[in-house]
C-alpha cells in the first residue's frame, strides 16, 4: 500500500506564474488535507476535501489560491500568479475517516518562487 | 495568535542521553496531542500521540509527559541516538466538529552527537 503521493517534489516557479500541487491520498483514504510549512516555521492548515467537496478552507489565503479534490484523479493545490512569500514546503495527508489521529502525511512539494 | 509554544528552537544532546522538548498550548478545547518526527526532505510521521485523561504513555524510548492544570506536554527521549536526529514538531487538535485541524508548534530541531 503506497503512502500518500505528492508529486512534484520541488517546483521552481517564476513570480506570476502558475503553481499546481498534486496530492494522491493513500488507497481507501477520502479524506485530504493541506498544510504549508514556511521557513523555520511549523506545518500551518490550509484546507480540508472530501471527494468532490471542500470542507473546511479557513487557512487558505483569500486570493490566489484554490484546492480541489475530484471524484477521479488526485487533490489539486493551485496557486496563481506566485510571489516569493509562496515559497514555502506544502505537505498534504490523508486520511479513511474525518480525523487527524489516522492521518498520513506524504513527502511535501517544496515550491521556490524566484 | 501562537496557540502552541514549542521550546528549545534547537537542541544538542550526546548519545545515550536524554532529549526533552517541551511544548504549552493555550486553547482549552485542544483534547489530543500528537508528536511528530520529520527528517529532512521528508514529511511529517506521527511518532506518539496522548489525550489528557492520561498524564503519560511510553512506547519504547519515546515518553510524553502531560501537565492538563498547566497546559503543558513534553517528550523525552531516552537513550538518544544519531538516528533520533531530525526536527521534532508537537501539535495539538480540538475535540468536536474541527478535529480533524492540527494546530502545531514551531518544531525543535535535535542533533544526538556520537
Known amino acids: 500500500n503506497a503512502g500518500v503521493m505528492q508529486n512534484p517534489r520541488h517546483l521552481v516557479r517564476r513570480r506570476g506564474q502558475e503553481a499546481r500541487l498534486r496530492c494522491s491520498p493513500m488507497k481507501g483514504h477520502s479524506h485530504v488535507y493541506w498544510y504549508r510549512q514556511l521557513p523555520e516555521e511549523g506545518l500551518k492548515f490550509m484546507v480540508y476535501l472530501q471527494k468532490e467537496n471542500i470542507i473546511d478552507e479557513s487557512g487558505m489565503p483569500k486570493e490566489r489560491f484554490s484546492a480541489e479534490f475530484p471524484k477521479e484523479g488526485p487533490s489539486i493545490l493551485r496557486i496563481q500568479q506566485v510571489v516569493r512569500g509562496d515559497s514555502a514546503a506544502y505537505f498534504c495527508?490523508?486520511?479513511?475517516?474525518?480525523?487527524?489521529?489516522?492521518?498520513?502525511f506524504g513527502q511535501g512539494t517544496r515550491l521556490t518562487v524566484v | 495568535q501562537q496557540q502552541v509554544k514549542q521550546s528549545p528552537q534547537s537542541l544538542i544532546v550526546q548519545k545515550g542521553g536524554i532529549s526533552i522538548i517541551n511544548c504549552a498550548y493555550e486553547?482549552?478545547?485542544?483534547?489530543?496531542f500528537p508528536w511528530y518526527q520529520q527528517f529532512p526532505g521528508k514529511g511529517p510521521a506521527l511518532l506518539i500521540a496522548?489525550?489528557?485523561?492520561?498524564s503519560e504513555k511510553k512506547e519504547g524510548r519515546f515518553t510524553i509527559s502531560f501537565n492538563k492544570s498547566a497546559k503543558q506536554f513534553s517528550l523525552h527521549i531516552m537513550d538518544s541516538q544519531p538516528g533520533d536526529s531530525a526536527t521534532y514538531f508537537c501539535?495539538?487538535?480540538?475535540?468536536?466538529?474541527?478535529?480533524?485541524?492540527?494546530?502545531f508548534g514551531k518544531g525543535t530541531l535535535l542533533t544526538v552527537n556520537p
Open positions: 486553547n482549552t478545547a485542544f483534547d489530543y
Open positions: 495527508a490523508s486520511s479513511p475517516v474525518r480525523t487527524n489521529t489516522e492521518a498520513f
Open positions: 496522548i489525550r489528557p485523561d492520561v
Open positions: 501539535a495539538a487538535s480540538a475535540r468536536g466538529g474541527s478535529n480533524y485541524k492540527l494546530t
